[in-house]
């Protein structure tokens, strides 16, 4: 829905300024009293906004984190990355993946970790967001392959479900060592 909203009324809309505000809001709430103790309540008020507005955009409180990796995942540049200028297939999905580990950052460990089990426990959104991407990611693996960048065993489906499960167990030992 929020993508949806995001094309139709355009990045310059008070419907996406309002989404960032409550996104840059949220992420600050969830850092410093933690994701399961933050109530909309809590990040209603410290976006200094009505909950009709809130619930104008988002209709609980995970789709805050879904909206935040489904932006990653369409952001044209989303900090340092611009797809346009990548010069060929391994340097698009290596950016691609970057895109985690600088959300990694963003977030911290804390509230990474915590995101982490509220995932394995509730099921936020996370997985979905990352795997949304498998098929475009797949193409990629197989063009390298097509263009001598990379050889491999297994499908190129394969090779993104691994590659994709160690970045998570690495993200995971990051945030168990803080």
Same mark, same amino acid.
């Given at each position: 829905?929020?993508?949806? #909203?995001?094309?139709?009324?355009?990045?310059?809309?008070?419907?996406?300024? @309002? %989404?960032?505000? !409550? +996104?840059?809001?949220?992420? $600050?709430?969830?850092?410093?009293?933690?994701?399961?103790?933050?109530?909309?309540?809590?990040?209603?008020?410290?976006?200094?906004?009505?909950?009709?507005?809130?619930?104008?955009?988002?209709?609980?409180?995970?789709?805050?984190?879904?909206?935040?990796?489904?932006?990653?995942?369409? #952001?044209?540049?989303?900090?340092?990355?611009?797809?346009?200028?990548?010069? @060929? %297939?391994?340097? !698009? +999905?290596?950016?691609?993946? $970057?895109?985690?580990?600088?959300?990694?950052?963003?977030?911290?460990?804390?509230?990474?970790?915590?995101?982490?089990?509220?995932?394995?426990?509730?099921?936020?959104?996370?997985?979905?967001?990352?795997?949304?991407?498998?098929v475009s990611w797949a193409n990629l693996v197989k063009e390298c392959?097509?263009?001598?960048?990379?050889?491999?065993?297994?499908?190129?489906?394969?090779?993104?479900?691994?590659?994709?499960?160690?970045?998570?167990?690495?993200?995971?030992?990051?945030?168990?060592?803080?």
């Amino acid at each position: 829905m929020i993508r949806n #909203e995001m094309r139709d009324k355009g990045r310059n809309s008070k419907y996406f300024q @309002n %989404a960032e505000h !409550i +996104l840059q809001s949220a992420i $600050k709430q969830f850092k410093e009293y933690g994701y399961a103790a933050s109530s909309i309540n809590d990040i209603c008020e410290r976006a200094g906004i009505s909950r009709s507005t809130f619930y104008n955009i988002f209709s609980q409180k995970k789709d805050i984190l879904v909206y935040m990796y489904d932006r990653l995942n369409h #952001e044209k540049n989303f900090r340092d990355f611009d797809p346009e200028v990548e010069s @060929n %297939a391994l340097e !698009i +999905l290596w950016n691609k993946y $970057k895109r985690y580990l600088i959300l990694a950052e963003i977030l911290g460990p804390k509230l990474l970790g915590e995101l982490m089990q509220i995932e394995v426990r509730d099921s936020i959104g996370m997985r979905e967001a990352v795997q949304s991407q498998y098929v475009s990611w797949a193409n990629l693996v197989k063009e390298c392959r097509e263009q001598g960048i990379m050889e491999f065993w297994g499908t190129p489906e394969d090779r993104v479900s691994m590659t994709s499960d160690a970045i998570f167990f690495a993200v995971q030992n990051w945030c168990y060592n803080n």
